[in-house]
């Protein structure tokens, strides 16, 4: 029996109010199934698109319109009058008046009932504001979901539950809102309770359930503790929550809420020492928001006073080529890291949607240098075929990118930008797992570690193993499917392909996961001073990737046993095996695969038959020490500072290396390295080392930076040397 031939439409869409042609509306089949097409009008309306055999119906949508879908007849031209999409938005506060972000707002026709579908989902931003858009004209309700920990016989639980507009809980007694098309009805708000519940330990509530509410009071517990919650400029934090807790005895916690003013009184304090800790939305914790304080019985203590830092936001615009704007665009910021021994740029927060007048608000943001970025949408979106990532001003090229800088709680307005228009391509295939059925976990398409561009989009997958990734440009990619770690010694399975991508779709590719392979060892010890062995949990042996493109996100721990054995299962890609925590008393002397050192080498694993089972981690207590202190050009102590040891070897400047050091000189301006391996290094001192990322300042290039002005040591065997080092600038 013959295939039926994908049909041709074409057609043409319009605006209803005034008969104009609508330029860029997203022409699509639904539902949509793998190589459904997608298509864009051109500058006249029109559109053609090959519907698969068996599709009904084709929708036509464009930001500020609501959607429209007819079915097709073979040989009919379709005309598409798509009405201006009506709006709903609001703000969800809290009783205080303060906005409460991250709120999930819902759409449900009217009238409502708990079984009514969900019409569309959004959240609130850091303003407490949401906005609903590109609605048919209709009769709506509108919900918000709010939680609550619920403790009963000693458990605890959260309780999820809606409140329907104008703030009922029941679905029924909600009245709808009517609108027509273009509408827009913008005082649609909630006010929900304040609920400090939330911020009290679970096994406080769970207990506190047994004991049947409130714990008996502590007649000795009369102590108070005030303070004032500011920020580092002395403005005040209304209604910032402050916690008083022990970690030694968490049932001891209080919670209570700053006034107006930013001042807080916790009361009925017994003796002891506690931390007071701060927090609030939209602001960040430093060292200032967190303070320990020891009470006597009956103290009043006061200006226990906490700073935090009020977070930024970045807001602005995306349109398309031809400056209309662009609804559901994923807008994302990235900054410059270094990990996994190269500096790439990175996701940086939560990304966040344009609206249907392109309009989108991140918000909080950390001081730093950004790129803001924007692509056509999650794969749960509207893709817009021919649009791929572009970076402000306006530009695919994330190397022509301007970066904009952000201060403390600095507000950036006016970002606004095109998104670019380019070749692209589908990428598809079918993902297997080991046993031939189709793969569960993650499947994901990421540029391959020589793009500088490192984030990441999940595909599109299907029931029977199918998948695909729209929208891709040119350049080179790595497909990760990854079933995720099974416990904390097993990754899992795993499988990747590299994938070129050109002008051209790329269809069949497989992908299939791998079990891994297995290793399988034991420590042993070298004594040299009749050292205890430590305990199992103060050492940590991992297989770190020997290439990121190769190994999944999330790396395997070995399970150490009673008897020193050890194991690891699944593991794939090249790894080079590394004592990654230890106890200062010991060191690593040598790892042996079979007799043979294997000791800093990558190994080739992802087969049943490249499994290990003949490992020996060999510990000494024979410790290669470093001390000393570190001072400034002036002569002074410079405790905070930062000294980095590394090898005069360069070939053992990648990442995680265990030649390379950094240590912080602590009161007085000292430092003390211990357990390097035998050889020559530099040593060197900075006030601070590269902040962009924890492992910035293995970067090979700024190591170099440091040479000319660094000190020479050589270790042996059990050495302790006695270094004084000046601070090098940078």
């Not at 609130?124 to 048919?136: I, S």
């Amino acid at each position: 029996m013959r295939a039926q031939p994908a049909l041709t439409i074409s057609g043409r869409v319009l605006s209803d109010a005034t008969g104009d042609p609508l330029a860029n509306a997203r022409i699509a089949v639904t539902p949509a199934v793998q190589g459904a097409p997608v298509a864009l009008t051109d500058g006249n309306g029109r559109f053609s698109i090959s519907v698969p055999p068996g599709q009904a119906r084709i929708v036509a949508s464009k930001s500020g319109y609501a959607r429209s879908e007819l079915t097709p007849a073979a040989g009919q031209t379709l005309e598409f009058k798509l009405a201006r999409g009506a709006v709903i938005s609001g703000r969800v506060v809290d009783q205080l008046g303060d906005p409460v972000p991250g709120t999930s707002v819902f759409l449900q026709p009217a009238p409502a009932s708990a079984t009514s579908p969900r019409l569309a989902i959004t959240s609130t931003d850091d303003r407490g504001e949401y906005r609903l858009a590109g609605l048919a004209a209709g009769a709506f309700a509108v919900s918000v979901v709010r939680a609550s920990v619920i403790a009963t016989n000693g458990q605890t639980r959260t309780n999820f539950y809606q409140v329907y507009y104008p703030g009922v809980t029941e679905p029924e007694r909600a009245p709808p809102l009517r609108l027509q098309s273009g509408e827009e009805r913008s005082d649609v708000d909630f006010v929900v309770p304040v609920d400090l519940q939330m911020l009290y330990p679970a096994v406080m509530l769970a207990r506190l359930s047994q004991q049947g509410g409130a714990p008996p009071k502590d007649p000795a517990a009369t102590g108070i503790v005030r303070g004032r919650v500011t920020t580092a400029d002395g403005r005040a934090v209304p209604h910032a929550r402050v916690r008083l807790f022990t970690p030694a005895d968490l049932m001891r916690t209080q919670v209570t809420l700053a006034d107006d003013a930013g001042q807080f009184e916790l009361r009925e304090i017994a003796k002891g020492a506690f931390h007071v800790a701060a927090l609030r939305d939209g602001y960040a914790t430093t060292e200032a928001s967190d303070r320990v304080i020891e009470l006597s019985e009956g103290e009043t203590r006061e200006r226990v006073d906490l700073t935090l830092v009020r977070l930024g936001t970045v807001s602005g615009e995306i349109v398309d080529e031809l400056g209309d704007p662009l609804q559901g665009a994923s807008v994302q910021l990235l900054r410059l890291k270094y990990e996994a021994g190269r500096r790439r740029l990175v996701t940086a927060g939560e990304a966040a949607l344009t609206d249907d007048l392109g309009r989108f608000h991140v918000f909080d943001i950390s001081p730093g240098q950004y790129i803001v970025s924007a692509s056509p949408g999650s794969i749960l979106a509207a893709d817009l075929p021919g649009y791929a990532r572009s970076y402000f001003p306006g530009t695919p090229n994330p190397a022509a990118a301007q970066f904009i800088s952000m201060a403390p709680a600095q507000d950036i307005a006016g970002i606004a930008f095109a998104m670019s228009r380019t070749a692209t391509a589908r990428v598809t295939g079918r993902a297997l797992g080991a046993d031939g059925g189709p793969a569960g976990g993650s499947l994901t398409l990421a540029p391959s570690q020589q793009s500088i561009v490192a984030t990441s989009v999940g595909a599109r997958r299907f029931p029977d193993g199918t998948f695909e990734f729209p929208n891709v440009p040119p350049g080179q990619y790595i497909i990760r499917a990854d079933r995720g770690r099974s416990n904390s010694s097993t990754e899992g399975e795993f499988g990747v392909l590299p994938v070129s991508v050109g002008d051209r779709d790329v269809t069949g590719l497989l992908v299939q996961t791998s079990p891994g392979s297995a290793i399988a060892g034991r420590f042993t010890f070298d004594t040299y001073n009749n050292s205890k062995p430590p305990a199992q949990s103060a050492l940590e042996l991992v297989p770190l990737p020997g290439d990121v493109d190769q190994a999944p996100l999330n790396h395997a721990s070995a399970d150490i046993h009673a008897d020193w054995t050890f194991e690891m299962k699944g593991i794939n890609g090249p790894r080079r095996l590394e004592l990654v925590r230890m106890p200062p008393e010991w060191a690593l002397k040598e790892i042996r695969v079979n007799g043979i050192d294997a000791t800093d080498r990558v190994l080739p694993f992802g087969r049943i038959n490249q499994s290990l089972t003949g490992v020996e981690v060999v510990l000494t207590d024979r410790i290669n020490t470093i001390a000393g202190t570190v001072a400034d050009d002036r002569g002074q102590l410079a405790p905070g500072s930062s000294v980095i040891i590394f090898s005069v070897d360069r070939d053992r400047w990648y990442s995680s290396s265990r030649f390379l050091r950094i240590a912080a000189a602590g009161a007085g301006g000292a430092f003390s390295v211990a357990g390097l391996p035998y050889g020559s290094y530099y040593a060197a001192a900075v006030d601070k080392p590269p902040n962009d990322g924890d492992d910035a300042w293995q970067d090979p290039e700024f190591l170099r930076s440091l040479v000319t002005r660094a000190s020479s040591v050589t270790l042996g065997d059990g050495h302790t040397v006695s270094l004084n080092l000046r601070l090098t600038a940078r």
